[in-house]
């Protein structure tokens, strides 16, 4: 299919984009970041320095689910949801 697991791209997007007052951010409550991806990033010396920072500016829980390359059949969607 091409194109990798980018990892860092989402998380830099996060950093320059989310978690501001005009995105609806509250500076009184805790921000959590979870990341969802189909695998390792092609990048993870990129990946781990844009997890650090959004981590470091943004978020007090960032977390990372990584799902299994699959195809999504009808009656693997029935049994999952």
């Given at each position: 299919?091409?194109?990798?697991?980018?990892?860092?791209?989402?998380?830099?997007?996060?950093?320059?984009?989310?978690?501001?007052?005009?995105?609806g951010?509250?500076?009184?409550?805790?921000?959590?970041?979870?990341?969802?991806?189909?695998?390792?990033?092609?990048?993870?010396?990129?990946?781990a320095?844009?997890?650090?920072?959004?981590?470091?500016?943004?978020?007090?829980?960032?977390?990372?689910?990584?799902?299994?390359?699959?195809?999504?059949?009808?009656?693997?969607?029935?049994?999952?949801?």
């Amino acid at each position: 299919m091409g194109g990798g697991t980018n990892t860092h791209k989402p998380l830099q997007y996060v950093k320059r984009s989310m978690f501001t007052p005009r995105r609806g951010d509250r500076p009184d409550k805790r921000n959590v970041c979870v990341v969802i991806t189909d695998g390792q990033s092609y990048e993870p010396d990129q990946t781990a320095a844009a997890a650090q920072a959004v981590s470091q500016q943004f978020v007090s829980h960032l977390g990372s689910i990584e799902l299994p390359s699959f195809t999504w059949t009808r009656e693997y969607k029935q049994e999952v949801f």
